[in-house]
């Protein structure tokens, strides 16, 4: 996964700022992508079926090692400044540390499994729009991985790379995500979705026609505040909607292998709120098998399709949706040449996404523009994206 040579105005700022603001040049200079989940909402924390993409958008990291144990973190941004000493990285983050909390859990994954202690110097900047929906966490994440790996001259496999990220938001950060996003940003590869089999971790690559499907990313720029709370609670209610199934259907290790007949016939057990979400989980399972199988066919109509419908079941059964994703969704999904829509990450705000015919992308950003600006007399943000590759060393 390494590539030399590449050079992108972030990596080139990255760099220029490592050197005005730690003194010296880098050691490396690494990429690690954000992710989009084309479908498979919340399924990765109830074991199921997700079919996320690696973004050709991401993180940009620069980093090298110190003689001493001081830690210094920075940003493009400025939304980073935290020197901390490597010995004092516990066992879980500071809430004062903001994001630095990310990289902060990656390096102990490192102290941990393979004795670092030396301080390190990074600077980090991107081009994912922070906090809504594309992972810039886990972009975040991989990208200090990678280049960890890379400093320490260590033969990690890449999804062990995986695994390192992802404990270090749940073991460190303390969110209780599912396995996807630090997966499909470690594991990605060009032109490719990920099958990812979240309750045995088994990956498939699917190949996407980018040629004749395009994917148009749209930024609502409404905060998800309230997602951290919200995504812990649909958590819990996920293990509980478990346990009440385990007892009147029988034992089963995850969530989504129950069906939606057997959700279905144990509706007065699990109370209304409990039946929506397990509902969700049983039928999102069998549009990403379908959307699977249409992708792989060149089905790009009845992809569009089951991503809409994905979209319908988090808004009515999961809750997790909101007026402003629900616009652009519904907004997009009657304009011609348009597949399907819905929104990405956790929601509750953050990115909504329209696959649709690559010949109608302006046309649909337009109209899209015009109503949500008419509706919230804000500007939404817009990017196509397509499938880039995994993480990589760029020098
Ligand atoms: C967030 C989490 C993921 C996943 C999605 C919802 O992005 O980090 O693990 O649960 O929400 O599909």
Redesign the pocket.
Same mark, same amino acid.
């Given at each position: 996964m390494t590539e030399s040579n590449t050079v992108s105005p972030i990596a080139d700022r990255v760099r220029r700022r490592f050197r005005e603001e730690l003194g010296e040049d880098a050691s490396v200079l690494c990429f690690a992508p954000g992710r989009l989940?084309l479908i498979g #909402?919340?399924? +990765?924390?109830s074991g199921g079926d997700v079919l996320p993409l690696a973004l050709d958008l991401g993180v940009y990291v620069a980093a090298r090692l110190r003689e001493d144990s001081q830690i210094r973190l920075r940003s493009l941004d400025q939304s980073l400044a935290v020197d901390v000493d490597a010995g004092s990285v516990g066992e879980s983050a500071d809430s004062d540390h903001g994001w630095a909390r990310y990289p902060l859990g990656v390096y102990r994954e490192f102290a941990r499994s393979h004795g670092l202690a030396q301080g390190l110097d990074v600077v980090f900047g991107g081009d994912l729009p922070m906090g809504s929906g594309l992972?810039s966490s886990a972009a975040i994440e991989v990208a200090l991985a990678t280049a960890l790996r890379e400093l320490l001259g260590l033969d990690v496999p890449w999804l062990e790379i995986a695994h390192i990220a992802h404990r270090a938001e749940t073991d460190y950060v303390g969110v209780k995500? @599912?396995i996807? +996003?630090q997966f499909a940003s470690a594991l990605g590869r060009d032109g490719h979705a990920l099958l990812l089999h979240c309750h045995d971790r088994v990956v498939e690559h699917v190949p996407m026609d980018s040629a004749s499907f395009h994917i148009l990313v749209v930024d609502t720029k409404r905060s998800r505040n309230l997602s951290a709370t919200g995504?812990n609670t649909r958590v819990e209610e996920c293990t509980r909607a478990r346990e009440i199934l385990c007892e009147a259907v029988g034992e089963r290790t995850h969530l989504a292998a129950f069906t939606v007949a057997e959700v279905e016939s144990a509706q007065a057990a699990l109370g209304e709120r409990l039946y929506r979400r397990a509902r969700h989980v049983a039928s999102e399972m069998g549009r990403v098998e379908r959307a699977v199988a249409a992708m792989r066919a060149g089905d790009f109509p009845l992809v569009g399709q089951l991503i809409s419908a994905s979209h319908e079941s988090t808004r009515t059964d999961y809750d997790v949706s909101c007026e402003e994703l629900d616009l652009v969704t519904s907004t997009a999904v009657g304009l011609d040449g348009v597949f399907g829509a819905r929104l990405t @990450? #956790?929601g509750f705000g953050g990115c909504a996404f329209v696959v649709l015919d690559p010949s109608r992308v302006i046309e649909v950003a337009a109209v899209v523009r015009a109503r949500y600006e008419e509706r919230f007399g804000l500007e939404p943000g817009h990017a196509v994206v397509r499938p880039g590759g995994g993480p990589r060393v760029l020098d």
């Open positions: 989940n #909402a919340h399924l +990765d924390y992972s995500c @599912g996807m +996003d995504f @990450g #956790a």
